[in-house]
Structures are given as C-alpha cells and as structure tokens.
C-alpha cells in the first residue's frame, strides 16, 4: 500500500474551528472503471458524430448525475425498446442486455451500438456455453438488476437465480451433477464466497467460470475499504442508489464495524455523520465521477479536514476499446468534429 498526501493544508479558525487531527483519505482505487469509461465515451461519442437524439435504452451506468449530464447532451433514456421509434439509433446500457431485446431491436429496425461492458459479455459467453453442454445453471446476485435480467435471457428455461446461502437449499435441478454457476459481476466478494461454499457442499460437481466473474474493480474497491476501513471512524462511499458495486462498498466498511454511508455528492452528508470523526474515508463506485468526489472533499475541508492524503492500495491500468460503429463513426467523421477518445 502506497501513501501520497495531495496538498495537505491544516485549516485555519475559518474553516471550522479545531482541526489538526481532522483528516480525509481518500482511498485509490476509486470511481470510474474501465467499462464505465468506455460506455459513458460511447454515448459521448455518438452524440458528436451522429448527433442528437441518441436513445439509451436503461441508465447508460446507475449513476444520476452521469445520466442527467448525458440527457443535458441529447441523450434519450427509454426504460423499454418499445420507446425508441422505429429505425432510429439506440445504444444498450453497460449492463448488457437479453436476446430477447436484440430481437425487439432488430424487429424496430433500430440502428445498435452496444455499450455491453466486455466484462459483462464474458458473464453471457459462458452462460451460453454451460446451457448448450447441458447444464443447469445457477446466477448468483440480485434478481432484479439489469445485469441479471440480461444474463438470465441467455437460458432462461435452465437458469435459477440465487442470492443467499438460504436461497440454495431450495434449488432443485433435474441433475445435481450437471450443474454449473456463475455470478454478477458486482457482488460482494466475501457473500459470493459463501453463496458459492453452499452451492458446492449442495452440488459437489458443480462447475464454475474459468476466472471469477466478479470483475477487477469491484475486487479493488472492495480491498481498498478492508485496507483502510480500520484506519477511519467514517468511510463515505460516493455513488447512486441503484449502483451495485456502490451499495457493497458501503456493506464492507459496515462489516469491518467503520460507519459507511451511501452518498450521490455532498448535499446528501448529513453533519451530524461528523460529529467526533477525526478520520473520513472517502471512495467511489465504479459508475460515479471524479467531479463529485472532489465536491465531497471540498466540503470536508469547510468543515475542518484539513489534511487530505491518497492512500493507494494498489493500482489500476485497464482500459477498453471502443465497439466497431464507434470507431467507424469517428473514422468518417469530419476533421473539425468534437470526436476524440
Ligand atoms: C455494468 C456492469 C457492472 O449497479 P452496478 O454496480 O452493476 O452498475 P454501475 O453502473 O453502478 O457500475 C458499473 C457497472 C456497469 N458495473
Ligand atoms: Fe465492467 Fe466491472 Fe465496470 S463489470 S462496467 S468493469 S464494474
């Protein structure tokens, strides 16, 4: 684990009385991951070379203020296929989506560009495969997430979905030796484990994924908290509601005993969380920007931390390439277009 301390400043009477033990560490890695990069620039992207409107079928990745930026560029966000007129472009959310709705598509003649997170598109791979060998498949996470929807369309009639070590004892499969599993990509690490440890004392040959399918940067986030949770008395975890990958920071921190809250931006930090905290925590979710993490950090300083340090516990260099419409799009687009990757 590395230790940077970014402009450390011990605030004066101004900044809210007493604060030379008061601190944020600001936890790396944090917020944006590779798929959220590439789905957010996807959106970007199109909007530049085919111009507006763009519809994007579901939240592009769960995060408001991604979202409501993108709608300020012309994005249109339609909850169903049915909504995007016929014939017009559409783009699918970073959480992937079911055959089902690429056939909708196809059938509205709609122009496609798949912001799938190849992340995700593994998940499917393998669940096309497990279901054409035989298989009976079960899907560990959260029932009703987008990313669940999706991988489940891939074999929906030899597909269970699971979300608790309680919820396997009741899986009945018509063979207890051909069953294979698979996860969301976002869970929490020490709950899939036992949600995995229960499948196996059930289903002894049960076959798994060759890698685990929870992703890079869920795994990250997670071990920064567990690094770094006992160091604080508060870990504030920047991200939307709905994000999956945000909610389970917060639990891990929980789980460690350190207080965690949820939070979109810093509007949403209720003072009375600060009262007798010396040492705050600071992360992000993989769909929340930087932009909003620096407001929070702004916010601890009016209140008296001074001192803010980057604590990196290990780094992060992945990056994804951009679909084929995308990159032909920028290819013909005029040389005094916006689009740049
Ligand atoms: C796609 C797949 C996984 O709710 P969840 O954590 O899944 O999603 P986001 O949009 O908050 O995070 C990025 C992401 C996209 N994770
Ligand atoms: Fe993909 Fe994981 Fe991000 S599945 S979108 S890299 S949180």
């Known amino acids: 684990m590395t230790s940077t301390t970014l402009d450390p400043r011990v605030s004066g009477p101004e900044a809210g009385g007493s604060s030379i033990d008061k601190r944020v560490l600001l936890l790396k890695p944090r917020g944006f991951c590779a798929g959220v990069v590439r789905a957010v620039d996807i959106v970007k992207i199109a909007l530049e070379t085919f111009g507006a409107p763009i519809y994007v079928r579901k939240e592009i990745v769960h995060n408001r ?49 798949d912001a799938t997170c190849p992340l995700v598109t593994k998940v499917h791979v393998e669940a096309i495969k497990f279901a054409k060998q035989g298989y009976s498949l079960v899907l560990v996470g959260h029932r009703d997430h987008d990313e669940i929807e999706g991988t489940l369309g891939e074999a929906p009639d030899v597909t269970q979905v699971v979300s608790s070590p309680e919820e396997v004892q009741s899986l009945v499969v018509p063979d207890p030796n051909r069953v294979a599993y698979l996860t969301q990509t976002t869970l929490s690490l020490d709950e899939a484990r036992d949600i995995i440890k229960a499948l196996k004392d059930k289903f002894p ?20 908290v567990k690094n770094v949770a006992h160091k604080a008395d508060l870990v504030l975890v920047v991200g939307s509601t709905n994000s ?18 949820l939070i979109d ?10 009262e007798n ?23 601890l300083r009016d209140h008296g931390y001074g001192s803010v340090e980057e604590v990196e516990v290990m780094p992060e260099n992945v ?16 040389a005094n277009t916006a689009a740049t990757v």
């Open 65 to 113: 203020f991604v979202v409501n930026d993108l709608i300020e560029k012309g994005a249109i966000f339609v909850e169903d296929i049915d909504q995007v007129p016929e014939g017009m472009r559409v783009i699918y959310s970073a959480h992937g989506v079911s055959p089902a709705v690429k056939e909708q598509s196809k059938e509205r003649k709609l122009k496609v560009i």
């Open 205 to 224: 040959n049960i076959v798994g994924p060759p890698s685990q399918d929870i992703c890079y940067a869920t795994e990250n986030r997670q071990t920064a």
């Open 244 to 261: 999956s990958n945000s909610n389970r920071l917060v639990e891990v921190s929980n789980n460690l005993n350190t207080q965690s809250y």
């Open 265 to 274: 931006n810093s509007a949403a930090i209720d003072p009375k969380w600060l």
């Open 277 to 299: 905290v010396s040492t705050v925590a600071i992360t992000a979710g993989a769909s929340a920007p930087e932009v909003l993490v620096e407001e929070v950090v702004s916010y």
């Open 319 to 334: 990056r994804f390439g951009l679909p084929p419409e995308i990159v032909q799009a920028i290819k013909a687009a005029p």
